[in-house]
């Protein structure tokens, strides 16, 4: 099996990109079979009690530091009504940022960084027992977005688990339709489905990001879908697509801020038109943050991978929606760009 894993990667290596992470993914699914998964390296249990519901918060930073828009995001969860087990992926963390982390969260794990977030999660799972008998909320998320912008409990609100089983923020259809992963929540009959159970056993310590995202974050959806649970996310890809219009432009919106943004309409409407779904957090950052979405990718504003015309734009609206969050990405960006500008 190890050879063959071999022979992927250099198959990989010969063909380029676009099979690269295909044969990668392949490799990283044969190597975990024969890897057992990495233990925790550390768990320490925290100052609040684990409470009917829960957030499971995975972390990484190469350094062990809690930045500061992260420590906001655990507040946030936990004025939410949340109790928060924190898992960092880091290998480590700073004195400070241990010490903080107990006094408002249930847990503290400390881990190697192998299985990426998936794995974090599951270990997470493990470690605090969850979900338990009086678990009737459990919510998978990660430190990949900026936010929240906007006070969570409404948006927990506004989840009603007599309508779908599983919630997310947003959904995507790329590869096969799903519920983007960042930030996922179950409901009581989901977290006592057997399908739940048996997928977070599955979860291996894969190595690559593509074979993470095809197994486990298309793949928890489809599993979950497939056992017959409702999957259902908060802002639709479908509806948020469907209320973006061009707009006439006027002397006033004369301006390049306002170009970019009518050029990242046409852009959006013309992919929609041959059907080629992409990123809702990406492409369509703007639409979703003026509709009450409360996050921002940090990927979007740290290096625009999708190359999206109108991101120049965020501070302004982010500022609108809240400035000392706005103040805080600002700050991250700062310490983290380098021969680049948000």
């Not at 079979?33 to 995975?58: D, H, N």
């Not at 898992?87 to 299985?115: H, K, Q, Y």
Request: charged share 20%; net charge positive; aromatic share 8%.
């Amino acid at each position: 099996m190890l050879r063959t894993a071999y022979r992927l990667t250099k198959l990989a290596i010969a063909h380029g990109r676009p099979y690269a992470h295909r044969a990668a993914a392949d490799a990283a699914c044969l190597l975990a079979r024969v890897e057992p998964p990495k233990r925790p390296l550390s768990t320490t249990r925290g100052e609040v009690p684990v409470g009917p519901r829960v957030a499971i918060f995975c972390h990484f930073n190469p350094h062990g530091r809690l930045q500061e828009h992260v420590r906001r995001y655990i507040v946030s969860l936990g004025e939410a009504g949340l109790s928060v087990v924190f898992v960092t992926n880091s290998g480590r963390l700073d004195p400070d940022a241990a010490a903080w982390l107990r006094a408002r969260c249930s847990w503290v794990i400390i881990r190697p960084n192998s299985g990426l977030d998936f794995a974090a999660w599951r270990d997470g799972m493990a470690v605090a027992g969850l979900p338990a008998a009086e678990t009737e909320l459990l919510v998978v998320a990660n430190d990949s977005v900026y936010g929240p912008l906007r006070p969570l409990g409404p948006v927990l609100a506004r989840m009603d688990f007599g309508v779908a089983d599983v919630w997310g923020m947003t959904d995507s259809w790329q590869t096969r339709f799903h519920l983007q992963s960042y930030f996922v929540a179950f409901g009581p009959l989901a977290l006592r489905h057997p399908a739940f159970t048996a997928f977070w056993n599955g979860v291996r310590d894969f190595r690559s990001k593509h074979a993470v995202i095809r197994n486990y974050e298309i793949g928890l959806t489809q599993t979950l879908i497939d056992a017959g649970l409702s999957c259902e996310a908060l802002w639709p890809y479908v509806d948020t697509l469907a209320g973006l219009h061009p707009t006439e432009q006027s002397e006033d919106d004369a301006t390049p801020s306002h170009e970019m943004h009518q050029i990242a309409v046409q852009r959006i409407l013309g992919a929609a038109v041959r059907r080629v779904p992409f990123n809702p957090t990406a492409e369509l950052w703007r639409p979703l943050l003026t509709g009450g979405f409360p996050f921002l990718k940090r990927e979007l504003l740290r290096t625009n991978p999708a190359g999206v015309p109108d991101v120049a734009a965020w501070l302004d609206l982010a500022r609108a929606v809240c400035p000392d969050s706005a103040a805080a990405i600002l700050r991250d960006l700062r310490d983290s760009l380098r021969s680049s500008a948000p």
